[in-house]
């Protein structure tokens, strides 16, 4: 993990210990581990005063939603910090998002790999880092590396309607979201 300040971190405790009034537990780090079941050996080893301990996620930093719920943690996960390891902070903010919100991962079944991949095709930046509106942002990125008004006299390009073309666009094959923009694959 390139920033140990952002690093994915999961405080495990019982429901036994719970359930005892005992909120008793550790925050493990996950970049410790490569994978779910080390983790959870790590855990049970740490809990090995319980006969059967019961594990409780009482708090996470770091992990996205669709990855944890108190009583789980997805098998994906290491995988997908690895790779976002690999990512700037902006680009592993942006595959966060398209993971939760347009392509459904890991729910969706898809291989890591070709999450990535679909993430890779249909990513086209971040356009919020202005002030400005990014859809309009983009419009105008749009305009510009398609070539859509060359040609077209600058008298008559000053009168083009960015904002409502850029409205168009983001009705049917773009989204935006928190000002990353992606294309609907």
């Not at 880092?129 to 070539?147: H, L």
């Amino acid at each position: 993990m390139k920033n140990l300040e952002n690093a994915p971190k999961i405080y495990v405790g019982t429901y036994g210990q719970y359930n005892s009034g005992s909120l008793f537990g550790k925050w493990f780090d996950l970049t410790e581990y490569s994978d779910l079941k080390e983790f959870l050996q790590d855990c049970f080893e740490f809990h090995r005063n319980e006969l059967d301990p019961e594990l409780m996620f009482q708090d996470w930093e770091n992990i996205p939603d669709f990855f944890i719920s108190e009583c789980s943690l997805h098998k994906e996960a290491f995988a997908y910090f690895e790779a976002t390891s690999e990512m700037d902070e902006e680009t592993a903010e942006a595959f966060e998002i398209y993971c939760k919100q347009i392509n459904y991962w890991p729910s969706n079944g898809c291989e890591l790999e070709n999450q990535i991949e679909s993430f890779w095709e249909s990513y086209q930046g971040f356009f919020g880092g202005s002030g400005k509106d990014a859809i309009v942002e983009y419009a105008y990125q749009y305009i510009e590396d398609t070539g859509l008004l060359s040609g077209v006299p600058q008298s008559l390009e000053r009168y083009f309607d960015y904002e409502a073309f850029a409205k168009d666009l983001f009705l049917d094959g773009y989204s935006e979201h928190e000002g990353h923009i992606f294309t609907d694959c």
